[in-house]
Nanobody, 125 residues
Framework: VQLQASGGGLVQAGGSLRLSCAASGRTIRDYAVAWFRQGPGKEREFVAAISRTGGSTPYLDSVKGRFTISKDNVKNTVYLQMNSLTPEDTAVYYC???????????????????WGQGTLVTVSS
């Protein structure tokens, strides 16, 4: 599966953005999909994931209640709705997919074999 991330941009603190991860080549229904991010000078970290069925959606603690991940099997796209953004959310956001990830590994980078190119989110104070 090929992944194309989009939707990043410049937003003021408190604002919202919706990131999209469009899949091609295979149906997203067969994959768990996650969003990771890498801020300036930081390691890449897990942000949110959605299991193949959509029944499990773990989140990074600092984004719980602000970010929502969802999957649209018809559009073959996964979304990350980001609200109440803060400058600490500034990062390049990557989507990743796995056909084999189990529930206990959804938050692990090593579980994902397919990665998109990243989209930059900049939150100004």
């Amino acid at each position: 599966v090929q992944l194309q991330a989009s939707g990043g941009g410049l937003v003021q603190a408190g604002g919202s953005l919706r990131l999209s991860c469009a899949a091609s080549g295979r149906t997203i229904r067969d994959y768990a999909v996650a969003w990771f991010r890498q801020g300036p000078g930081k390691e890449r970290e897990f942000v949110a994931a959605i299991s193949r069925t959509g029944g499990s959606t773990p989140y990074l603690d600092s984004v719980k209640g602000r970010f929502t991940i969802s999957k649209d099997n018809v559009k073959n796209t996964v979304y990350l709705q980001m609200n109440s953004l803060t400058p600490e959310d500034t990062a390049v956001y990557y989507c990743a997919a796995s056909s084999r990830a189990i529930l206990s590994s959804l938050t692990s980078r090593s579980a994902y074999a397919n990665w998109g190119q990243g989209t930059l989110v900049t939150v100004s104070s």
